[in-house]
């Protein structure tokens, strides 16, 4: 069965474009609240690199969230679309599985972040997807705020949370949120605090931004995932699927050479479909 709750900070969202400044003066700012999380999550996370997600890697999401017996989230709110209330491509993205509801999260501000009524629907989940879209929406808009802290508590209880593009790169502590060569930082979801995440990797040629971003934060991890891949984690292991490749890049393996281009030459180990680490690997 599919069912999508417009939940009552969307169902205002048209209201709120008009009355904004109004609204923004009579409500409160709400506290960033700390999030306490597992030193590993029993759950696992899907972090895709954008473009076509291959049909295997969505099979697999599907799978760990339950199948028919599972409750998918969608929260499209990295996607400027998503403001404009039209949440159909998301919808359309998973009406091809039989899950047993789907529900749709989005909030226009911060403050939406807070509505009770997101935290029960995340409660119910099994499965969570983040689309793309600009990952500083994402950040700007639920971190440190009960919808993150749900997320978290999804992933310490068994279920799966999945994103691509942006909805991979929020799961960084040290988010990369913009900068074509130099990297400018925005808070993540610490889903995985060791890692500095980015994605459309070989096709943008990211390599030197994440080196960049390693300059900025020598103690983290670079994974930079190509389009059509993905990397399903869990606290075990960290298994690499679809058509592309994942670089892993780690300070102390990094070489100076003439070129950042030089993906070899600058100390970069590229995964492919079926390469497995230890989940530690990623976590230290």
């Known amino acids: 069965m599919l069912r999508i709750a417009f939940l009552r900070t969307c169902s205002l969202m048209l209201l709120g474009f008009i009355l904004k400044d109004v609204a923004t003066a009579q409500v409160p700012v709400q506290p960033i609240l700390t999030v306490q999380q597992p030193e590993m999550f029993r759950g696992t996370l899907l972090l895709c690199g954008g473009g076509v997600i291959p049909l295997p890697i969505r099979e697999e999401f599907y799978k760990l969230g339950k199948g028919t017996e599972g409750t998918l989230v969608l929260i499209p709110t990295a996607s400027p679309r998503s403001d404009a209330g039209d949440f159909s491509m998301w919808i359309d993205f998973w009406s ?3 899950w047993k509801s789907v529900d749709v999260i989005h909030v226009a501000d911060r403050q939406g972040a807070f509505d009770s009524s997101l935290v029960e629907t995340i409660r119910k989940a099994t499965a969570v997807w983040l689309s793309g879209g600009e990952q500083q929406r994402l950040s700007e808009r ?12 999804l992933l310490e209880r068994g279920g799966i949370v999945g994103g691509t593009s942006a909805g991979a790169a929020i799961a960084s502590s040290n988010m990369i949120a913009s900068g074509a060569i130099e990297p400018q930082f925005a808070a993540g979801f610490q889903f995985l605090p060791s890692l500095i995440i980015d994605q459309h990797f070989t096709q943008k040629n990211r390599h030197g931004r994440l080196l960049k971003a390693l300059e900025a934060y020598p103690n983290r991890i670079g994974l930079g995932i190509d389009e059509s891949t993905g990397v399903f984690v869990n606290k075990d292991e960290s298994r690499v699927v679809g058509d592309g490749g994942v670089f892993l890049l780690k300070k102390d393996s990094i070489q100076k050479g003439p070129s950042v281009k030089d993906i070899q030459g600058n100390g970069y180990q590229r995964l492919q479909a079926g390469d497995i680490l230890k ?6």
Not at 142 to 153: D, I, M, N, Q
Not at 279 to 284: A, R, V
């Open 96 to 98: 091809s599985f039989r």
């Open 142 to 153: 639920y971190v440190g705020t009960p919808v993150e802290k749900e997320l978290h508590a």
């Open 279 to 284: 989940t530690s690997e990623l976590t230290h």
